[in-house]
């Protein structure tokens, strides 16, 4: 099973990854992880030079990713300075990978289903009205990758395409990203929850319900059926982070 640290751009490179993806990374999580926290400067030129042993370009190149990803702000003679936390671009996968490292398990947990009981149940109501017949039928072959899965790592790819699809399928360009954007988390979310031995036999039931409604084209059944596959699924979860204290996704 994939671990936590396969996801992102700068976290799954090999041992001889470049400094560039180097220094993105470890700059990126110690602003994520608060070693660095908003005001505050970057270290200066010289002593990242030293410390990283690559040429001045480089770096300013490291500097150029994180202020795309929001992170920090340049300014000419102040340097690099760390950007208040509400303005990091917090669904950029390297970003949301760096605070799913840096934040303790339960804590992402929760707030990673908060935002699903915002987002996922909107959604569905949506798709409900809005989808083709070629996106549910798209739907719907997503759920039979799920019902034909006989591993827990087999479950995944179809469980992620389900959700993936149902926010494609409300026609709304924005939703659609949020969703494909959201992925990596719930990656994290599916991977933990999927640790109980009958995953499966809970999971296909939620699925089918919520298929069911988006075909009938019933946006209260939809919303109603996704909001009681995410309460059941936040109880599988805590279960298993209640059994096991902090689980390692290996």
Do not use: C
Request: hydrophobic share 40%; aromatic share 4%.
């Amino acid at each position: 099973m994939r671990t936590r640290a396969d996801h992102s751009t700068y976290s799954a490179q090999s041992e001889g990854k470049s400094q560039h993806g180097r220094i993105v990374s470890e700059l990126g999580l110690s602003i994520v992880g608060g070693e660095l926290k908003p005001g505050d400067k970057l270290p200066p030129e010289a002593q990242l030079l030293e410390r990283y042993e690559i040429s001045r370009p480089v770096l300013r190149e490291a500097v150029r990713v994180l202020v795309a990803k929001g992170l920090v702000v340049s300014r000419q003679r102040a340097g690099a300075i760390v950007r208040p936390r509400n303005e990091w671009h917090l669904l950029d996968p390297d970003v949301l990978y760096w605070l799913i490292q840096s934040r303790p398990q339960r804590d992402f947990v929760q707030t990673l289903l908060e935002v699903r009981q915002i987002f996922e149940p909107a959604a569905a109501a949506l798709a409900a009205r809005a989808a083709t017949d070629a996106q549910l039928a798209s739907i719907a072959k997503a759920y039979e990758g799920m019902a034909a899965a006989r591993t827990t790592e087999e479950l995944l790819e179809p469980d992620l395409a389900f959700h993936r699809r149902i926010a494609e399928a409300t026609g709304n360009d924005l939703l659609a990203y949020i969703g494909n954007m959201l992925s990596l988390a719930l990656r994290e979310s599916i991977t933990l929850s999927s640790q109980l031995p009958n995953t499966h036999e809970l999971s296909l039931p939620r699925h089918k319900a919520i298929l069911t409604a988006l075909q009938a084209r019933d946006p209260l059944g939809a919303r109603q059926a996704t909001l009681v596959q995410l309460d059941e699924t936040g109880d599988d979860i805590n279960s298993v982070l209640a059994n096991d204290g902090r689980v390692n996704l290996a």
